[in-house]
């Protein structure tokens, strides 16, 4: 019987969403669900909902739920991470604020830019006593890590501790039909086949061909660049900035264009507020999602912990798959985020890279990719190399190297000058106080 230990389930509806797809596994019958939230009444609510769940679907769950971490951990075979350190507020409100005190916009602030910097380093320290505790109490399990930034703390864990971890992002799975589909293609989608690699949120669709072997890119780039210069109204108008780095770089990135508009240097200037509205790029998005989902709450508490005929459907997350195919030996593959031994030469080799994993009883198993096109390697390595020296000054609990990542972002350093990153991120050390270790 597979214990899983949901680390963050007072995140309700993620939790239904890893947890409700594993009881709908057919490979997965007895099951155990060990809770773990440092909210009591968000804990509750999610026990509350899938204990709901499991009887409605006839499902033999063991369902704890625990406020002590290393009472949830003790025979732990599987740990989901989703835990938000900081929370809307008061850490991501600051992590908005201060910025915009130098005039840097940010959309979503939550994976690269000084946004994702600091989110990083106030939640590695908490991801350090995960590591400790599950290096104690269950050093076998396999650590399913969705939090964010993705990259940054699924390198620090498995270049720093001894946890097994594995990187799972949602971008992936959706990539394909998020392209196709707006561009009048859908017919194209059955049977279609594709190959994606790279780094989380930017990982290339390299490759995308039909059910008959036909390359589908040279009329999805027809579409799309005919949608982008205002020739066609065929397109997806949340995809504007995908789209241009398709232009410029030649493939498709899996992750939004609120997303990569922060992650690259050449949508979101102060002296060109044009660049906005040509590429419908939404300022403040992730503060707006937050509201929307705080003030939506309760409604959404009924639907889902009040309601005594809740059941689940099948969504596209990786974890039941990930876990039955190590149960069963059924391999399965999936895209995940893992260090980079090899796999993509042509980037740094302590980096993470998100790439092809084989699944089966011998745990994970990344796959070799080769050298991605030099353009597309050369465009990842300005996120990595954030991502390094934020890993770095993680470990080293020094500013210098705090201030290093934020002179390296791509976004930020096209905006600010050397004396304004620095001043900024000494305000974001004094605003966000104790939710931060010391830095030296």
């Known amino acids: 019987?597979?214990?899983?230990?949901?680390?963050?389930?007072?995140?309700?509806?993620?939790?239904?969403?890893?947890?409700?797809?594993?009881?709908?596994?057919?490979?997965?019958?007895?099951?155990?669900?060990?809770?773990?939230?440092?909210?009591?009444?968000?804990?509750?609510?999610?026990?509350?909902?899938?204990?709901?769940?499991?009887?409605?679907?006839?499902?033999?769950?063991?369902?704890?739920?625990?406020?002590?971490?290393?009472?949830?951990?003790?025979?732990?075979?599987?740990?989901?991470?989703?835990?938000?350190?900081?929370?809307y507020d008061p850490c991501t409100l600051t992590d908005f604020a201060i910025p915009k005190k130098y005039q840097l916009q940010q959309t979503i602030a939550d994976t690269l830019g000084i946004g994702g910097i600091f989110r990083g380093l106030r939640t590695i320290p908490v991801m350090e006593e995960f590591a400790a505790d599950i290096e104690d109490i269950c050093p076998d399990a396999l650590l399913l890590n969705y939090t964010n930034p993705m990259s940054i703390l699924t390198g620090y864990m498995l270049r720093y501790t001894g946890v097994k971890t594995l990187g799972l992002c949602h971008s992936v799975q959706g990539c394909a039909r998020e392209l196709l589909n707006p561009l009048g293609m859908e017919d194209t989608l059955p049977g279609a086949k594709w190959y994606i690699a790279g780094i989380n949120h930017q990982a290339w669709l390299l490759e995308i061909r039909d059910k008959d072997g036909n390359d589908l890119y040279p009329e999805i780039k027809k579409r799309a660049f005919a949608f982008l210069d205002g020739l066609s109204d065929i397109g997806n108008p949340k995809d504007k900035v995908r789209y241009e780095l398709m232009r410029q770089f030649g493939y498709y990135i899996t992750e939004s264009s609120e997303h990569n508009a922060e992650y690259t240097p050449w949508f979101i200037k102060r002296n060109y507020p044009e660049l906005i509205s040509r590429y419908n790029i939404p300022i403040d998005e992730y503060l707006r999602r937050c509201v929307r989902q705080i003030e939506s709450w309760q409604k959404m508490r009924a639907e889902i912990v009040e309601n005594g005929n809740l059941i689940h459907t099948r969504t596209s997350e990786y974890a039941a798959s990930i876990i039955a195919a190590i149960e069963t030996d059924k391999a399965f593959r999936v895209h995940g985020n893992v260090l980079n031994t090899g796999l993509i030469p042509n980037l740094p080799a302590n980096s993470c890279v998100e790439v092809p994993c084989l699944i089966d009883r011998n745990g994970v198993n990344p796959c070799y990719v080769g050298d991605l096109p030099e353009q597309c390697a050369a465009l990842n390595r300005t996120n990595i190399n954030v991502h390094l020296l934020t890993i770095q000054a993680a470990h080293t609990r020094r500013k210098e190297d705090v201030y290093r990542a934020a002179l390296m972002d791509p976004h930020t350093a096209a905006e600010l000058s050397i004396d304004d990153i620095r001043s900024m991120c000494d305000d974001l050390f004094e605003a966000h106080g104790s939710w931060l270790p010391k830095y030296v």
């Open 1 to 87: 019987m597979p214990r899983i230990c949901f680390l963050g389930a007072g995140s309700t509806v993620f939790a239904k969403s890893v947890l409700g797809d594993i009881m709908l596994h057919e490979d997965l019958q007895e099951l155990e669900f060990s809770l773990h939230d440092i909210d009591p009444v968000r804990l509750e609510d999610s026990r509350l909902m899938l204990t709901t769940i499991a009887k409605n679907l006839g499902k033999d769950v063991q369902i704890n739920a625990s406020l002590n971490r290393r009472e949830a951990l003790v025979g732990s075979d599987y740990l989901v991470n989703a835990v938000q350190i900081g929370g």
